[in-house]
């Protein structure tokens, strides 16, 4: 059965694990979106990382050895000696995101606190995720908990209900 799986790369090695697992045939999805980025004399897009050192692919589990092997990859994501599979909507909800062109940031803690809350329409329409006042604006963060990380999503207030049904 395959299932997707991240594993950890050397620093900006991301990109060069990803041309070697797809010359070996290993289905694989790399996060990247285009940003603006300010240089000396110039403006410049270019392409970003959203997970730094973090490449994910989809495999069964008698192809580890073809990960392993890989030049740029330290380690697979393990819990308690096991790779650790990640569930693929939260591969899905990722490639909507870019897919999308939705703005967001991924950050290094998982929320705890704040409402639950469901997004009731647009691409992520059905989720849930915590609310958070940054700003004055609402952001949805959605955890991708194999990985101690969190999305947050820049999302319009009137896309959201509580989790108690209840319209913001």
């Known amino acids: 059965m395959f299932q997707w799986y991240a594993a950890y790369t050397n620093s900006r090695a991301e990109k060069s694990v990803y041309n070697q697992l797809q010359q070996k045939e290993i289905e694989t999805f790399l996060p990247i979106r285009k940003v603006w980025r300010q240089y000396k ?23 580890f050895y073809e990960i392993t092997k890989t030049q740029g990859v330290v380690k697979i994501i393990s ?5 650790a599979p990640i ?4 591969i899905d909800i990722i490639k ?7 703005i967001f940031e991924v950050q290094d803690t998982i929320f705890s606190v704040g409402d639950n809350v469901e997004i009731i329409d647009g691409a992520l329409k059905g989720h849930n995720g915590t609310l958070v006042n940054i700003n004055g604006k609402y952001k ?17 207030k009137r896309l ?6 209840q319209i913001i």
């Open 96 to 102: 909507r995101l870019i897919k999308n062109e939705i």
């Open 41 to 63: 004399t110039r403006k410049k897009k270019v392409d970003e990382v959203l997970f730094k050192s973090y490449i994910f692919f989809r495999i069964s589990s008698r192809k």
């Open 79 to 83: 819990f308690e000696g096991k790779p």
């Open 140 to 156: 949805v963060a959605m955890a991708l908990e194999i990985l101690n990380k969190s999305i947050m999503v820049v999302i319009d």
């Open 87 to 90: 569930p693929e909507y939260q």
């Open 160 to 165: 959201l209900k509580f989790s108690k049904n």
